[in-house]
Nanobody, 120 residues
Framework: VQLQAFGGGLVQAGGSLRLSCAAS????????MGWFRQAPGKEREFVAA????????YYADSVKGQFTISRDNAKNTVYLQMNSLKPEDTAVYYC??????????????WGQGTLVTVSS
């Protein structure tokens, strides 16, 4: 599966962005999907994951209540709605897919990142 993330950009603190990740292939609906991020000088970290049906979602403690992951299997797309953004949310955001449909650590396939910059 090939993944392409987009929707990043520059936003002021307190603002919102919605990232999208489009997947190729006809088996998208069988994959768990996830988002990770890597801030400058830091390691990549888990942000959120969603099961194949969208029925289960998982979040890093740092983004609970602030970010929402969702998916549209008809469009082969997973989303990350990010609200109340803070400067510490600045990072390159990556989407990922996993052949385990209920995986929480989604890491079989990776897309290129999209940069989110939050100004103070």
């Amino acid at each position: 599966v090939q993944l392409q993330a987009f929707g990043g950009g520059l936003v002021q603190a307190g603002g919102s962005l919605r990232l999208s990740c489009a997947a190729s292939g006809r088996t998208f609906s069988s994959y768990a999907m996830g988002w990770f991020r890597q801030a400058p000088g830091k390691e990549r970290e888990f942000v959120a994951a969603i099961s194949w049906s969208g029925g289960s979602t998982y979040y890093a403690d740092s983004v609970k209540g602030q970010f929402t992951i969702s998916r549209d299997n008809a469009k082969n797309t997973v989303y990350l709605q990010m609200n109340s953004l803070k400067p510490e949310d600045t990072a390159v955001y990556y989407c990922a897919a996993d052949s385990d449909p209920i995986a929480t650590m989604v890491d079989d396939y990776w897309g290129q990142g999209t940069l989110v910059t939050v100004s103070s």
